[in-house]
């Protein structure tokens, strides 16, 4: 009973809480820095679980921020933002075919049907209903809406 109670097996604790405080702070400011040294404190938390002392503790806490800081903070930014996702889904819309539903009568838009949902539709030329139509890019205006050209 008196191990559990002594300052070495307490530190890991401390390290535990510091941790958790990091990580509920980068829910308050999503800037996604503050989370690393979460990361730091939970992996000098296990360096005092398995008895380093005070300054290793300290070491480790402070080069293991800045390791998965410089590591991984660019890629967890895009992923968690959503950019990763829209440049993903962007490559896998252009050049694909789609259906015409209602006619595109330039300048006014007409509706496509892409990959079971149903899109508006801009082309500098007129298409009719049930022609089929290649996506070129996403209007810059209306990102619900695709700049397409007739399928030869």
Request: hydrophobic residues 50%; without cysteine.
């Amino acid at each position: 009973m008196e191990s559990f109670v002594s300052a070495q097996n307490i530190q890991w604790l401390i390290w535990l809480g510091i941790g958790l405080v990091f990580v509920i702070a980068e829910l308050a400011v999503p800037a996604f820095i503050v989370v690393f040294f979460g990361a730091g404190a939970f992996i000098a938390g296990a360096t005092a679980f398995f008895g380093a002392s005070v300054p290793v503790q300290l070491v480790v806490f402070g080069v293991s921020s800045v390791i998965l800081l410089l590591l991984f903070r660019k890629m967890m930014a895009a992923t968690f933002t959503g950019e990763k996702a829209e440049d993903e889904q962007e490559r896998n819309v252009i050049g694909q075919l789609a259906e015409v539903v209602d006619a595109i009568r330039p300048p006014q838009p007409g509706r496509i049907k892409f990959q079971g949902s149903f899109w508006s539709a801009r082309s500098s030329e007129p298409v009719e209903p049930d022609s089929m139509v290649r996506i070129v890019k996403r209007d810059e205006n209306d990102v619900n809406t695709f700049v397409v050209e007739k399928e030869q």
